[in-house]
């Protein structure tokens, strides 16, 4: 578990710490807020991001680094909602950014983001997670949407 929790915490900094922090600020260098609304979604996104961390680790007992994977399939918490919710999450926050800074070319590059990561998804992630969990994947795959979250889990 120690070292799940040490991966998790690089990978955190190294991965949506990067993608949803520091390039967003140097986009836009962070002007003064300008429609405070946007600090709830940004701080929605950062929150879901950081409890699919925790998820990781407790039950799926590895980090969300491919080259550190889980041991099991993780399916509760935010992922009984949405397939990818970290993913989400880090699009919330960028978006987020853009709208507390109404700054454009954060819109842009949250939309590269997602586009980015939905490649990724597609050509790497699912194959890997069907060959790793099989039909349990299969499963959760077809009752559980990909992007954007059900109301019921």
Known sequence: M???IL????FFFAAPGVVAGL???LISRWPAPRFWPGAVLLLAGAVIVLRGFVRFVREGRGTPAPIAPTEQLVVGGDYRFV????YVGVIA???GQALLFLDLRLLAYALLVWAVMAAFVHWYEEPVLRDRYGRQYEEYRR???AWLPKLRP
Do not use: D, E, K, Q
């Open 83 to 86: 397939r990818n919710p970290m």
């Open 143 to 145: 009752s559980v949407p």
């Open 2 to 4: 120690r070292r799940a």
């Open 23 to 25: 390039m967003p600020w």
């Open 93 to 95: 926050a960028i978006l």
């Open 7 to 10: 991966g998790s915490t690089a």
